[in-house]
Nanobody, 115 residues
Framework: QEQLAESGGGLVQPGGSLRLACAASGSSSDFYPIGWFRQAPGKEREGVSC???????YYASSVKGRFTISRDDATNTVYLQMNNLKPEDTAVYYC?????????WGQGTQVTVSS
């Protein structure tokens, strides 16, 4: 059973950094595309960043230049390095992947940016 598990959320001050990790596991861990969504209170879930099978990388305009997505194929882990965090980045961050045309979601990790 394929699974995605996030870690790395927490409380950080504005201007700070966090790194989220998403570990993929199961009979086949080649999730593509794989990436991150987020959902703030009272708002719809939105795409943040993802990596495709051919190396295409997407960033939402609101995070471009501040967030960096990367993948470690040796450990089947996708990372989201978040720098210069802002209060509006506060949300539950979800890992999302597609394998064999089936979507999978992680359980989510809370990121709170506050002074």
């Amino acid at each position: 059973q394929e699974q995605l598990a996030e870690s790395g959320g927490g409380l950080v001050q504005p201007g700070g950094s966090l790194r989220l990790a998403c570990a993929a596991s199961g009979s086949s861990s080649d999730f593509y595309p794989i990436g991150w969504f987020r959902q703030a209170p009272g708002k719809e879930r939105e795409g943040v960043s993802c990596i495709s099978s051919i190396g295409f990388v997407y960033y939402a305009s609101s995070v471009k230049g501040r967030f960096t997505i990367s993948r470690d194929d040796a450990t089947n882990t996708v990372y989201l390095q978040m720098n210069n965090l802002k209060p509006e980045d506060t949300a539950v961050y979800y890992c999302h992947g597609v394998i064999f045309a089936t979507e999978y979601w992680g359980q989510g990790t809370q990121v709170t940016v506050s002074s």
